[in-house]
C-alpha cells in the first residue's frame, strides 16, 4: 500500500474535508518529496540513536568505538553508534537523501555554521533527567537531554546566519524533523542505582519523568520546533543483559517492562496535549514497544532467528556487558535482533524506521 505524501497544510485541509488521512511521519513530513521535502533532521536521545558523541566527551566511557561496534558500517568502520550497522536516524536520512545528521561534538566552529541538514545529539547513558550521582560513577559523563538542548540552542545561533531572513530560518527549522528516543536509562539504571532516591514510589518518579520530558519538548518548540517523532520506551525488560542475568518465569522481565507501559502510557496522553496547545504542530508517537513485543512474539514473521541472545562477545562472557574490543561477533548478524545484549542489531533499527514511516520499503 502506497501513501501519497503530502505537504502539511494540505495535510490537514484533507484531513479535516476527510478525503484522505494518513498519521505517518513519512507522509506528513515528505521523506523524499521534491514539494516539501524536509530539510534536516535533529536526533536526540541516548545510545540507540547516539551516532558518536560520547568519544568526544573527556572521561566519557560509554564510547563504544572501537570494533565490532560498526562492522556493518560503511565497510566496517566503529563510531560510537552501539549497533553492528546503521541506525533508525541513519534510515531515515538515506531516505530523505540527506547526509547522516553528525554527532554535534564532531563538529568545529565553521562546520557548525554549513551544517545545515541535521545534526545528531544523541549520548550513550543519558537520559530525560540527569544521570544521578551513584550511576555517573559508572558512565562518568554524559550529554543529558538537557545539555542536549542547550548545545541545539547554541546551533540555532550558529545557523542563523546562514539564513538570508529571520522567517527563512524560521521554516528551515519547523520543516526539519526532530527525532527522540530517550527514558529507557531513566526507567532502568538510573531508577535502580540511585541511591540518593528521593521518590516514594515508582509511579511518582514516571510522573515526575514525563512531566520533565513535556517540559523539554516545549523548549524546543520555543527553539523553532515544529515536527516531532517522538519514540516511547520499548520493553526493555527484554534485553538480553536481564535475561541472561535475572531469574524470570515469564519470557522477560515484566516489573521492568511495567515501568515502561507506565512511562507509554502518560506520554502518550502529553503529545496530544502539546499538539493541541503549542501553535503548528506535529506530534508524532512511533510504538517502539508494540514493535519489539511484536517481535519477541513472532520472531521468524520479521525476519528475525534469535530475540534473546547478544550477537557480540560481551567482555564479561556472560552477556551482561558491552562488546568485547576486537572479538568476531556472530555471522548470522541479519537475524538477531539484538547486537550487544543492551542494543537492538541494525536489521532491528531497519525494521524500526520501516515502522515507524510506514510506506517505505
Ligand atoms: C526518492 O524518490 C525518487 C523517485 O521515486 C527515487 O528515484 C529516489 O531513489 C528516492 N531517493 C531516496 C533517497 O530514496
Ligand atoms: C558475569 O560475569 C562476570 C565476570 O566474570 C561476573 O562478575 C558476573 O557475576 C557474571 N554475571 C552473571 C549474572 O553470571
Known amino acids: 500500500m502506497a501513501f501519497i505524501c503530502v505537504d502539511v497544510l494540505s495535510f490537514f485541509f484533507l484531513f479535516l474535508s476527510s478525503v484522505y488521512s494518513c498519521s505517518q511521519p513519512s507522509c506528513i513530513f515528505a521523506l523524499n518529496n521534491s514539494v516539501s521535502k524536509i530539510p534536516a533532521i535533529y536526533a536526540f536521545g541516548d545510545s540507540y540513536i547516539d551516532s558518536g558523541n560520547n568519544k568526544f566527551i573527556d572521561g566519557a566511557t560509554a564510547t563504544f568505538n572501537y570494533l565490532p561496534y560498526g562492522i556493518d558500517f560503511q565497510g566496517g568502520r566503529p563510531t560510537g553508534r552501539t549497533t553492528n550497522g ?25 562546520q557548525l555554521k554549513s551544517t545545515l541538514t541535521g545534526i545528531n545529539y544523541g549520548s550513550s547513558s543519558s537520559g530525560i533527567r540527569r544521570m544521578p550521582p551513584h550511576t555517573a560513577q559508572i558512565f562518568v559523563k554524559v550529554l543529558s537531554l538537557k545539555e542536549q538542548i542547550k548545545l541545539f540552542e547554541q546551533t540555532t545561533k550558529s545557523l542563523k546566519g546562514q539564513f538570508e531572513t529571520s522567517e527563512s530560518f524560521a521554516l528551515h527549522l519547523s520543516n526539519s524533523l526532530f527525532f527522540f528516543h530517550t527514558g529507557t536509562n531513566d526507567l532502568s539504571v538510573y531508577w535502580e542505582l540511585d541511591e540518593e532516591n528521593r521518590f516514594p514510589n515508582v509511579e511518582k518518579y514516571i510522573r515526575y519523568l514525563s512531566k520533565e520530558f513535556k517540559k523539554k519538548l516545549e523548549k524546543i518548540y520555543g527553539l523553532g520546533a515544529r515536527k516531532f517523532v517522538v519514540n516511547n520506551v520499548s520493553p526493555f525488560g527484554c534485553h538480553p543483559v536481564y535475561l541472561h542475568s535475572k531469574p524470570h518465569s515469564t519470557s ?75 572479538r568476531a561477533p556472530c555471522a548470522d548478524r541479519t537475524t538477531h535482533a539484538y547486537f550487544d545484549p543492551f542494543h537492538p542489531s541494525e536489521s532491528m533499527h531497519k525494521l524500526w524506521f520501516q515502522r515507524c514511516f510506514k510506506d517505505i520499503k
Open 86 to 110: 546503521r541506525t533508525v536516524v541513519d534510515f531515515i536520512a538515506e531516505s530523505a537523501g540527506l547526509p547522516f545528521p553528525p554527532p554535534v561534538k564532531s563538529l568545529s566552529k565553521d
Open 252 to 326: 522477560c522481565l515484566e516489573d521492568k517492562n511495567r515501568r515502561a507501559v507506565l512511562f507509554n502510557d502518560l506520554l502518550s496522553d502529553i503529545l496530544t496535549v502539546l499538539e493541541k496547545s503549542l501553535k503548528g504542530t506535529t506530534f508524532i508517537l512511533c510504538d517502539l514497544y508494540k514493535l519489539f513485543e511484536d517481535v519477541h512474539a513472532l520472531p521468524e514473521t520479521y525476519g528475525f532467528r534469535n530475540v534473546v541472545d547478544s550477537c557480540c562477545i560481551d567482555v564479561a562472557g556472560n552477556q551482561t556487558r558491552e562488546c568485547a574490543p576486537g
